[in-house]
């Protein structure tokens, strides 16, 4: 178990530009999810995944936001025109579980977005 | 809308005193899970409840979850300098397991 690891760990861009990270789950945990932090702030949950299938968006994803899960296994995060309010922490966690249990998350270290 | 309630948001005291923190809503939960983040990482589970009036020891910490499981409190007994980080709780609607509902955090500072 090597953990959930999330890819690169820090990203600094221009307002403008377009961003992608990767987030690498635990192998076996068939639930990952896409968090966004801001300093001192609790996490704000993004969208969520059941293996390939996006079940869920927050309704404060904009639609510059679009996330991935092609193969159930590994899952991106891509912000298209990015502004200078989506500086924050991107937290991406993992979970196993059958519907209706709700098992623990596991979090990676996250990536933090600095737009310029 | 904020469905769970933190507090206090802020919080420094001296090695060796005691603290409560409290996780409120007027929504019941299916469970409740508490999290310690430090700066740099992702939060990291420290203990899940699930039945009303549950109370649950980790070491210098005691978790409870109310009798009507809308609310939690964490206890830790001669805070040490270690124990400095963001706790987090969050959780479970009945109904809806899939997504957690997160307080906003209580920011713990104990200074040696």
């Known amino acids: 178990d090597t953990g959930v690891s999330q890819d690169p760990r820090h990203k600094i861009t221009k307002r403008g530009q377009n961003v992608t990270f990767r987030c690498d789950p635990i192998s076996e945990h068939n639930r990952l999810y896409w968090y966004r932090q801001t300093l001192g702030q609790g996490p704000e949950f993004l969208t969520y995944?059941?293996?390939?299938?996006?079940?869920?968006k927050s309704r404060l994803l904009s639609d510059r936001f679009s996330a991935e899960r092609p193969k159930g296994s590994f899952s991106t995060l891509e912000i298209q025109r990015t502004e200078q309010g989506d500086s924050a922490m991107y937290l991406c966690?993992?979970?196993?579980?059958?519907?209706?249990?709700?098992?623990?998350?596991?979090f990676g270290n996250g990536t933090r977005l600095t737009v310029t | 809308t904020q469905l769970l309630e933190q507090s206090p948001q802020f919080l420094s005291i001296q090695e060796g005193e005691n603290l409560t923190v409290y996780c409120n809503s007027s929504s019941v939960f299916s469970s409740l899970q508490w999290y310690r983040q430090e700066p740099g990482e992702g939060p990291v589970l420290l203990v899940t409840?699930?039945?009303g009036g549950e109370v649950k020891k980790l070491k210098r910490l005691t978790f409870q979850f109310g009798d009507a499981r809308k609310d939690s409190s964490l206890h830790i007994t001669a805070a040490q300098p270690g124990d400095t980080g963001l706790y987090l709780c969050a959780g479970a609607l009945a109904g809806n397991n899939r997504k957690l509902i997160w307080g906003l955090g209580t920011s713990l500072a104990v200074n040696p």
């Open positions: 966690a993992s979970s196993s579980g059958q519907a209706g249990e709700n098992s623990p998350l596991h």
């Open positions: 995944f059941q293996n390939e299938a996006q079940l869920e």
């Open positions: 409840v699930v039945t």
